[in-house]
């Protein structure tokens, strides 16, 4: 098959990257069958950055039948997973490989999905129905790279634009929007101005979509610590995927704690708490990405503060009972957008503590993570990422709030210790169980936990060491 853009081809090398050997058979029974067939998108463009790639994608000529049936005949299990859209996978040694035929889309009258497709003749033609110049290429081991649309210079650029007209690629399918956002905080890169533009201008154009993937994609940003870039940078598509976030733009806190309105004081949080993430404060991995639950609970923390905003005789701003207010809302935002109900509960319970007095006390701190234990949760986990989230609140705020950084460090040393030393915090963790009572001649009922209670409370107090016998002994045993 004869390409009439030769000079877009260049060498077969992408920085020492080889394609699966599973990719490579499965390119070459197709092209076996006069077929032809390219790597796509994401693999390639990892490739030239230099990174690791997983899921391969490879197009190819021929209808999704054919494609199959050659498949087929040579060995390789297929799997019809996206016939409508010109799709199906090949499975080879447990490894899936999408394999898609070369298509032009038709109109997206739901701004989302193609009404409906026809299979074209040409890779260029299916390049050019593609998002992002950085996923439009296409690599062959013998080919070499085919860049129509300079997406090699756009890498080293290191900038997001969209193929052909911004606008048009965003009218097509909304939803491209949040994953040109996804990909520059992903990437870390800058976004052409042009797409930038058209970002902003066909923001409204979000409402389209299922609130569910909007849901997913706006994760997709949080989790690569770069949420705060977001909110900046992007604000009017950020405010329509989230459009409480709107309120607080330019909302002046009148409050000498707060530099920032709420919005870039948001924004700065999200940025100090995905920089946490990055060096790891709690001893994990570093190049695990930031916790979904501490990035949802910096975006929403403050979402209430519009709503419960008084000023006093001074002058002087305040939020009275915005976490509580805050908490509520933000479950009702995370329910629109279809997030988990697991994510739900430890982002609310976040965003309610997260202005709670704390002190580098003993029973102060076990009083916080009885809290969280009766919320069902993993105390450890949370209590870590509440002070996570404290801490970037303080960095977020004026610069005369920075001392409590070192008093939040403190505590989160002390709640170690006490997770160490086996402190109680909760039932489940009181060296003291229902049956040990029942044993000893308390009949079953509804006082065995008022009993555990009572155990616990003083247990937290220093009131009685927690150990069984001592337990038992306070108890009257």
Same mark, same amino acid.
């Given at each position: ?12 090398? =992408? ?11 499965? =390119? ?13 998108? !994401? ?6 950055? !230099?990174?690791? !790639? ?17 498949? @087929?005949?040579?060995? $390789?299990?297929? *799997? ?13 040694? !447990? ?59 756009? =890498? ?18 909304? =939803? ?48 690569? #610590? ?15 995927? $989230? ?9 002046? &806190? ?19 708490? #995905? ?64 997030? #988990?109900?697991?994510?739900? @509960? ?9 202005? &709670? ?12 993570? &009885?809290?969280?234990?009766? #919320?069902?949760?993993?105390?450890? @986990? ?22 409590? *950084? ?12 006490? $997770? ?58």
């Amino acid at each position: 098959m004869q390409h009439s853009t030769d000079t877009s081809f260049t060498g077969s090398d =992408l920085n020492g990257s080889v394609p699966s050997a599973a990719a490579l058979s499965v =390119l070459r029974a197709l092209e076996a069958a006069d077929l032809e067939a390219w790597i796509v998108g !994401g693999w390639v463009r990892d490739a030239l950055m !230099g990174a690791p !790639g997983h899921d391969i994608d490879v197009c190819c000529s021929g209808t999704w039948e054919r494609n199959a049936a050659v498949l @087929r005949a040579a060995g $390789i299990a297929v *799997v019809e997973s996206g016939i409508k859209f010109g799709g199906i996978t090949a499975v080879v040694d !447990g490894e899936r490989i999408e394999v898609t035929s070369y298509r032009f889309d038709g109109f997206y009258t739901d701004g989302r999905h193609p009404e409906s497709v026809k299979l074209a003749q040409r890779v260029e033609d299916d390049l050019a129905r593609r998002d992002f110049t950085v996923n439009a290429m296409a690599w062959h081991p013998e080919r070499g790279l085919l860049d129509l649309y300079d997406g090699r210079g756009d =890498l080293e650029r290191r900038q997001i634009c969209a193929v052909g007209e911004p606008r048009r690629r965003f009218e097509e399918d909304a =939803l491209r929007m949040l994953r040109a956002v996804r990909f520059a905080c992903r990437l870390d890169f800058s976004m052409d101005p042009s797409t930038a533009q058209a970002l902003a201008e066909c923001a409204s154009l979000l409402d389209q979509v299922a609130r569910e993937r909007v849901g997913i994609e706006l994760e997709g940003i949080l989790v690569t #610590g770069h949420g705060g870039d977001a909110l900046l940078r992007y604000p009017e598509l950020m405010c329509a995927a $989230i459009p409480e976030l709107a309120d607080m733009r330019g909302f002046d &806190q009148r409050t000498p704690y707060h530099a920032f309105d709420v919005y870039e004081h948001t924004a700065r949080v999200l940025t100090v708490a #995905g920089e946490l993430s990055r060096f790891r404060i709690d001893g994990g991995d570093p190049d695990a990405p930031p916790s979904p639950s501490l990035m949802w609970a910096a975006l929403l923390h403050d979402i209430a503060k519009p709503d419960t905003f008084t000023v006093d005789e001074h002058g002087r701003g305040h939020f009275y009972g915005h976490p509580q207010e805050g908490a509520g809302k933000a479950r009702g935002i995370m329910r629109r957008l279809s997030c #988990g109900n697991d994510l739900m @509960r430890d982002v609310t319970l976040l965003i309610q503590y997260h202005d &709670q007095p704390l002190r580098p006390e003993r029973v102060d701190l076990l009083r916080m993570m &009885q809290r969280f234990a009766a #919320g069902g949760v993993d105390v450890p @986990r949370l209590m870590g990422e509440l002070f996570d989230l404290k801490r970037a609140d303080t960095l977020g705020k004026a610069q005369r709030c920075f001392y409590y *950084v070192d008093e939040i460090e403190r505590m989160r040393e002390m709640v170690r210790e006490l $997770i160490a030393n086996h402190e109680v915090y909760s039932i489940k963790t009181l060296d003291l169980a229902g049956a040990d009572l029942i044993t000893a001649g308390m009949a079953p009922g509804p006082h065995i936990g008022a009993a555990l209670n009572r155990a616990l409370e003083a247990a937290i107090t220093g009131a009685v060491p927690n150990e069984r016998p001592a337990l038992m002994a306070y108890l009257g045993f």
